[in-house]
């Protein structure tokens, strides 16, 4: 083989450097060369694809194919080229990327026969249901698969394969468009401009008519003797979209253990798991075709109508009686929420304490509070009496108890989790969170690699919006030297921008001061490339291991040894090999810790 | 004072008996003594002013005279000339001090007399050197019985003109820890009526830490013998936040809550987490409250890295 990667995989992006990786352990050098040209050259034919890696057109051309059909290279074809031109596709390297965690997550919601499913069809990229029951003998195992394709299938795990799949938004959209485009008759009464907002306007709908097609009941399922089960000709793919929301519920879920508490972020992840499904879409097709919506406040607006619209239609709301069904049995609640049943004992309770001890607790809180307080502590108890729910404590899951805590997370700290759309009906604000989520995440990330201090000065600069090193100084109480090194640091990692106020005409470096001031989204973009990096390099690193201990390894993989291990290796050996898997057991736990970090921003 | 005549002394004391500095015009003085020509007076003052018992002050266009004290007299009547002008800039600085270039550059002498002054009005204690926090370096005097203005050392945070980060960390833990226990009742001690893994005050909830309280509070405990006034503690409230360790209330101004992010990190609210505290909260429920997965905000229950050869940095990227 002639071709080889090129040494620029590694500097021309991090993702480059992340994906041809990937795209090598799981995929073979052939992929990883074909994958890393088409990262750096953009769009390219076959022909094009063999000239550039020196490969044979005809392992190109093979290479293709997997890779199309593993939605790691988008085709397209002109109407009036024969001429297949490709593209690279992110979504088949994330798909790898997060496969464990995809499989560990189906296992733990549904069980193992499941989590075999996906995982064969993560493997394949895609699979046409008849084929995959074509391998099951026994009926009744096959009438379990079926079951599970449709549950799956119903929980939007799986989703139909169809053929835009295949080919990058951007074409399609400038396809319906040109063809609109033409179809839309010139006038002399209107300007151009109206007449292609009028074509954009309906591509956006015949567009829109395109992805949501192929999703009716009669081309998906077939009903049978009152038995319903997915359409044995329908071919499925693996719906990462979903899985990304999932991804978003546990962080946020995270978020709200960290801010509000343990029990209260239990509530608030199995509220989000209620709405999970329908919840908005990361990003919406129409965001990923460049130009259609360029205006920052239009992107706004247009995000928040999706969002918008889902609660209009019901489906990213919950009640609370929802939500206390789906608790698990072993969450306790109780005397979670101190009110005035906590302050003030209640009657029941009274009763049964003879001495005084227990209560003497929730005495001494109560004088701590002062007597201002008390007037609070009675309009609580006021409005707790107003309410017609009563507060049980032999309950696990009360209503009211819940209800205090769905309270809490829509207004008991800065961020608000939830939204009470109508009394007992809560929403989640996703478009808000996401913000808050990445800006929390970033900052305890500072905290834990540039330390508290860095942390300090750098919330202190947001909340300053710019500032010079003197009014920074002041602010945070620290030494101005110590403001400096943190500042110099924040610089080196380019989370601070730096503006020159120059004092005299010439510019004189000795009279100019500088101010500085920090940008959300570019630290998070450098971030996040920091973080991809380091990711790659992680996988480098066991890879390279590896590669150390070659020998050692192909010698367990031998078939005389296979299972024998323990008679046929000498014990440095056999240390050595249990020292690899320790080593590489770390860094993959390692890798999912970044990768949670870096799930974060891709939101 | 023996050398001054009657009337001189007469009109001295009576100067004297007037609040310090205050100053008077020629009429005033021809009051005091009833004197109704001014050459009279003119003798009177010339002999305390050459006596050092009146000092010259112009105001506006206005000539005005103060009396010193015979003391203080005494003093600038001991000194070299030099000195006792050097003195009397410093005088005039009053608590800002003068710094030496300036004292310089005001008496027009040479850099050598200049210090040469200092040195001996330094040697007799009447005057002395101090250190400003907004110009470090420079050499500046003012009068030995005087205190440094808040300009000069700073203000409360400053300990000999250097910031004094140990007594700023104590103070902010004592408010953090105040705010704490007035946001989670149940922070730093578990009560049998709580549930031990949260126990949270409803949304509803008022009584939490303003300025006024962290003051109170401040004060009533003696926690520092330095005088704190409401504006020092937003300054602390300030840095709270921005150690995300306190956070503003919606819709307040200076009320503050603790946030539960601080109590975390500062190893309380987690003693269910420990599997040796069987009797906390029963096995299965502990199961239910299992991380599920990686979150940075539990970073203190990651253990530290030990250096090794595959430790990948987060400026791994950008130092290369």
Redesign the interface.
């Given at each position: 083989m002639e071709g080889v990667i090129p040494e620029s995989y590694k500097t021309q992006s991090?993702k480059s450097y992340l994906y041809t990786t990937i795209a090598k352990n799981h995929l073979g050098e052939v992929a990883a060369i074909v994958i890393s040209c088409l990262i750096s050259h953009g769009r390219l034919t076959s022909r094009e694809i063999g000239h550039k890696t020196k490969l044979p057109i005809k392992v190109v051309k093979s290479a293709l194919v997997s890779l199309v059909q593993l939605q790691c290279v988008y085709y397209w074809k002109d109407d009036n080229s024969s001429q297949s031109h490709y593209n690279f596709n992110e979504n088949g390297i994330l798909n790898f990327l997060h496969s464990g965690e995809i499989i560990n997550h189906i296992k733990t919601i549904y069980g193992d026969d499941y989590a075999e499913i996906i995982q064969n069809v993560l493997v394949n990229g895609h699979i046409k249901i008849s084929d995959y029951m074509k391998n099951i003998e026994d009926e009744q195992t096959k009438l379990d698969t079926e079951t599970i394709f449709l549950r799956l299938f119903t929980d939007k795990w799986l989703a139909r394969l169809q053929l835009f799949d295949f080919h990058p938004f951007a074409d399609i959209w400038n396809n319906i468009f040109q063809d609109i485009l033409k179809k839309t008759p010139r006038s002399a009464t209107t300007s151009e401009i109206k007449r292609v907002t009028e074509a954009k306007e309906k591509t956006k709908v015949a567009f829109t008519n395109l992805l949501e097609g192929g999703q009716t009941a009669k081309e998906l399922y077939i009903t049978t003797d009152g038995y319903k089960r997915l359409n044995p000709n329908l071919i499925v793919r693996f719906n990462l979209s979903r899985f990304k929301k999932h991804i978003r519920s546990?962080?946020l879920a995270?978020?709200a253990?960290?801010?509000?508490?343990?029990?209260?972020a239990?509530i608030y992840e199995i509220a989000l798991g209620l709405v999970e499904q329908e919840s908005p879409d990361i990003k919406h097709p129409f965001l990923q075709i460049s130009g259609l919506i360029n205006d920052p406040d239009e992107e706004k607006f247009f995000i928040n109508s999706i969002e918008n619209k889902l609660v209009e239609d019901k489906k990213i709301v919950f009640t609370v009686r929802e939500l206390q069904r789906s608790l698990?049995a072993?969450?306790?609640?109780?005397?979670?929420?101190?009110?005035h049943n906590?302050l003030k004992?209640n009657l029941s309770k009274k009763r049964v304490a003879t001495n005084e001890s227990?209560e003497s607790?929730?005495k001494k809180?109560k004088l701590?509070?002062?007597d201002d307080?008390d007037d609070?502590l009675i309009a609580?108890f006021n409005?707790k009496n107003s309410e017609t729910i009563e507060d049980d404590n032999s309950d696990f899951h009360s209503i009211s108890l819940i209800q205090?805590h769905l309270?809490?997370l829509?207004?008991?700290?800065?961020i608000q989790f939830l939204i009470e759309t109508t009394p007992g009906t809560f929403t989640i604000p996703y478009t808000a969170l996401i913000k808050s989520l990445q800006q929390?995440?970033f900052?305890?990330?500072i905290?834990?690699?540039l330390g508290?201090n860095s942390?300090?000065?750098l919330?202190?600069l947001k909340?300053q919006k710019i500032g010079d090193e003197k009014s920074l100084a002041n602010?945070?109480?620290?030494?101005e030297k110590t403001v400096r090194n943190e500042v110099y640091k924040l610089f080196?990692?380019?989370l601070v921008e730096i503006q020159e106020v120059p004092r005299s005409a010439d510019r004189a470096a000795s009279k100019t001061f500088f101010l500085f001031r920090h940008k959300e989204i570019v630290s998070y973009n450098?971030l996040n490339?920091?973080?991809?990096?380091?990711m790659a390099?992680?996988l480098t690193?066991?890879q390279n291991?590896k590669e150390d201990h070659k020998i050692l390894l192909e010698k367990c993989e031998r078939e005389d040894v296979k299972g024998h291990e323990d008679e046929l290796l000498l014990e440095s050996e056999l240390k050595t090999l249990k020292n690899l898997q320790t080593?590489e057991i770390?860094?993959i736990g390692?890798f999912?810790?970044i990768k949670?970090?870096f799930e974060i921003y891709s939101l | 004072m023996s050398d001054v005549s009657e009337r001189a002394h007469v009109l001295h004391e009576k100067m004297l008996e007037s609040p310090s500095s205050t100053l008077f015009n020629q009429q005033e003085l021809q009051d005091l003594l009833q004197i109704t020509k001014p050459v009279e007076l003119l003798n009177l003052a010339q002999e305390l002013i050459n006596r050092k018992l009146v000092k010259l002050v112009k105001q506006g266009d206005e000539l005005k005279f103060q009396a010193v004290s015979v003391a203080e007299a005494n003093k600038i009547t001991k000194m070299t000339d030099d000195e006792a002008m050097i003195y009397s800039y410093i005088e005039d600085s009053g608590r800002e001090g003068i710094w030496t270039k300036t004292i310089r550059a005001r008496t027009n002498l040479h850099q050598h007399v200049v210090v040469k002054c200092l040195k001996s009005l330094e040697n007799q204690r009447y005057i002395k050197s101090i250190k400003s926090v907004k110009h470090p370096t420079r050499k500046i005097y003012m009068l030995y019985n005087l205190q440094p203005s808040i300009e000069l050392t700073g203000g409360p945070?400053f300990t000999d003109s250097e910031?004094d980060?140990e007594f700023?960390d104590s103070l902010l833990t004592v408010i953090w820890r105040f705010a704490a226990?007035?946001t989670y009742?149940t922070a730093f001690?578990t009560?049998?009526?709580?549930?031990p893994?949260?126990?949270?005050?409803?949304?509803?909830?008022?009584?939490f830490v303003n300025l006024d309280?962290i003051m109170e509070f401040i004060t009533s405990n003696k926690i520092t013998n330095v005088d704190l006034v409401i504006n020092d503690i937003k300054?602390?409230c300030?840095?709270l936040?921005?150690?995300?360790k306190l956070?503003?209330i919606?819709h307040t101004t200076d009320t503050y809550k603790a946030?539960?992010?601080s109590v975390?990190e500062a190893g309380s609210g987690?003693p269910?987490e420990d599997k040796a505290n069987k009797d906390v909260?029963?096995e299965?429920?502990r199961?239910?409250?299992k991380?599920?997965?990686?979150?940075?905000?539990?970073?203190y229950s990651v253990l530290p890295e030990v250096e090794e050869a595959?430790t990948?940095?987060?400026?791994?990227?950008?130092q290369t």
């Open positions: 991090p546990e962080a995270n978020l253990k960290s801010r509000v508490g343990v029990l209260s239990k698990p072993d969450l306790d609640l109780r005397n979670s929420i101190l009110t906590f004992p227990p607790p929730n809180i701590e509070n002062g307080d609070d609580i409005a205090h309270k809490l829509s207004n008991g700290s800065s929390y995440n900052e305890t990330l905290k834990t690699t508290v942390f300090r000065v919330r202190c909340s602010a945070v109480l620290l030494k080196k990692a380019n450098f490339n920091a973080l991809i990096f380091s390099e992680i690193n066991i291991f080593r770390q860094n390692r999912y810790r949670s970090l | 945070w910031l980060t700023i226990s007035k009742p001690q009560t049998e009526d709580s549930n893994v949260q126990s949270s005050y409803p949304s509803n909830h008022t009584g309280t300054s602390l300030d840095v936040v921005y150690d995300d956070e503003l919606i946030t539960w992010q975390l987690r269910y909260i029963n299965k429920f199961e239910v409250l991380p599920k997965s990686f979150s940075i905000f539990e970073h595959d990948t940095y987060l400026d791994a990227w950008f």
